[in-house]
């Protein structure tokens, strides 16, 4: 099966920078996604193909990608950052979708 | 503005079939992009469950494929999840999603842009 590896947790004080790190065997092929997941809520798209920003997500959200590993990089983290980040991909194929297990983001 | 709206039981029993159905307003299912289901289980991560074509194709995710069914019905602009033998462990929040298809170096590669709220399905006699 199709795997995306995420650390479990990320801790930052605010104002510092948060990467958040996605490893998968496809992702040289395929782009990585990133999902904020704030607590009681529907997942946000905050990055797609790899490092684009949907309208309305803050410029400090930031995403790259190289070989297996995907990066979301929050700049100047904010306390309202806090959240669960879930990257996404597919798999070789392009028809089954898959999630990371998720990164909790602690600002404090 | 999309919008989608999952709706069905809160409350199912083992062994029994778990139905959802979730109405989609803003954007006319027939007019193209798949369609997708993925659940949450309380304190866990996101698993996607499946996707339908507004013309009936799907994607199932292996894990599940043996007891899901997705449908749609495009008169009502709306699209359906049926699992089937649930057991304590298919207890989650099940939220719906517009799965866009955008072609990346020559391959079309999908994702969730716009996400119903979600809704809490316990399974317990």
């Known amino acids: 099966s199709y795997e995306l590896t995420q650390p479990p947790s990320v801790s930052v004080s605010p104002g510092q920078t948060a990467r958040i790190t996605c490893s998968g065997d496809a992702l040289p092929k395929k782009y990585a996604y990133w999902y904020q997941q704030k607590s009681g809520q529907a997942p946000v798209l905050v990055i797609y193909?790899?490092?684009k920003r949907p309208s309305g997500i803050p410029e400090r959200f930031s995403g790259s990608s190289s070989g297996t590993m995907a990066t979301l990089t929050i700049s100047g983290a904010q306390v309202e950052d806090e959240a669960d980040y879930y990257c996404?991909?597919?798999?070789?194929?392009?028809?089954?979708?898959?999630f990371g297990g998720g990164t909790k983001l602690t600002v404090l | 503005q999309v919008q989608l709206q999952e709706s069905g039981p809160g409350l199912v029993k083992p062994s029994e079939t778990l139905s959802l159905t979730c109405a989609v307003s803003g954007y006319s299912i027939s007019s193209g992009y798949y369609w997708g289901w993925i659940r949450q289980p309380p304190g866990k991560g996101l698993e996607w469950i499946g996707s339908i074509y507004h013309s009936g194709s799907t994607y199932y995710n292996p894990s599940l494929k043996s007891r899901v069914t997705i449908s749609v019905d495009t008169s009502k602009n709306q699209f359906s999840l049926k699992l089937s033998s649930v057991t304590a462990a298919d207890t989650a929040v099940y939220y719906c999603a517009r799965d866009v298809g955008t072609m990346v170096r020559g391959v079309i590669i999908y994702y969730f842009d716009y996400w119903g709220q979600g809704t809490l399905v316990t399974v317990s006699s």
């Open positions: 193909e790899d490092s």
């Open positions: 996404y991909s597919t798999d070789s194929s392009g028809n089954l979708r898959r």
